[in-house]
């Protein structure tokens, strides 16, 4: 039990580690979902570039996720049987830590993620005002792609389920819900906010990756998945997380999220007499046309 309790302490710390290093070692120009979907709709429009980047991804999700789904369905015997009797082996029923566990686990559990999204989709389409259809439409899309997208993949591989009571299916529907839905949620919070640096946001995702970790471990002590599926529920979580991320960020061009970097471009543009006339009219009299 002791030595459970160490491995999640580690993987939570190996994650908020790999979090911390991403931030500091990629360069900031190299962007985000969050500039990519702000870059895709000045070129494109919101609507088509929301469009384009949610088709589009969750295409190449889904192709990626059949050779995954071949390979882990492999392993079953040589990985997933071994690592399910050893962690059967130490787990105790009754511990506070498997309590924990237990609680841990419902905040992925489909029930909790359908709660949490009706209330940020209703609570959010309030505080975007007259685009209140962006959270409804973002949440509502990224619900049914993960959901939808779970069940045809775990219908198409047929694995063979762990042996316990409620089994999971491939790939881990509580891993992906945590990391898809929620994600999307914070993506939103991000762009309505539109002031928080780029170190508030990598602390929000490092969080998100936290939260995650710890659901994909609940998820095999509880022996509710078999190991595998769980590492495939993290590739299918965070492919549609970047997905929608990069969609609804095409969608919301309102933000003043990136409002610095407007103007300093258009600073730059004026400098090096690239100004369109136009820009420079809009300029003299005030008007934004980011």
Not at 129 to 158: D, M
């Amino acid at each position: 039990m002791v030595l459970l309790a160490v491995i999640l302490v580690a993987l939570v710390l190996l994650s908020v580690g790999l979090g911390i290093a991403v931030h500091r070692l990629v360069p900031e120009r190299w962007g985000g979902p969050l500039r990519w979907g702000r870059s895709l709709a000045l070129r494109m429009g919101s609507v088509s570039a929301f469009l384009v980047v949610s088709l589009v991804g969750v295409i190449v999700t889904f192709l990626v996720m059949l050779p995954v789904g071949v390979l882990v369905k492999s392993l079953q015997d040589s990985v997933d049987l071994p690592v399910f009797k050893w962690t059967l082996g130490l787990v105790n029923s009754g511990s506070a830590f498997t309590k924990f566990n237990s609680y841990a686990t419902t905040l992925g559990d489909r029930s909790t993620i359908d709660l949490v999204c009706v209330i940020a989709a209703l609570v959010l389409s309030f505080a975007y005002g007259r685009r209140w259809w962006i959270p409804v439409v973002a949440i509502g899309v990224t619900f049914f792609a993960q959901h939808e997208g779970q069940l045809l993949l775990a219908q198409l591989l047929a694995r063979d389920l762990p042996p316990v009571a409620h089994p999971g299916t491939f790939p881990s529907g509580g891993v992906s819900r945590v990391i898809v839905d929620y994600g999307v949620i914070i993506v939103l919070v991000i762009l309505l906010i539109g002031t928080l640096s780029r170190q508030w946001r990598a602390g929000l995702w490092i969080g998100l990756g936290a939260f995650a970790t710890i659901e994909g471990f609940t998820r095999g002590y509880l022996l509710l998945h078999w190991i595998t599926d769980i590492f495939a529920g993290y590739i299918f979580g965070w492919m549609l997380f970047v997905t929608f991320a990069t969609a609804v960020a095409a969608l919301e061009t309102r933000t003043s999220l990136f409002s610095g970097e407007r103007h300093a471009s258009n600073d730059r543009d004026r400098i090096s007499g690239d100004e369109s006339p136009g820009d420079r009219v809009g300029s003299a009299s005030g008007l934004d046309h980011g």
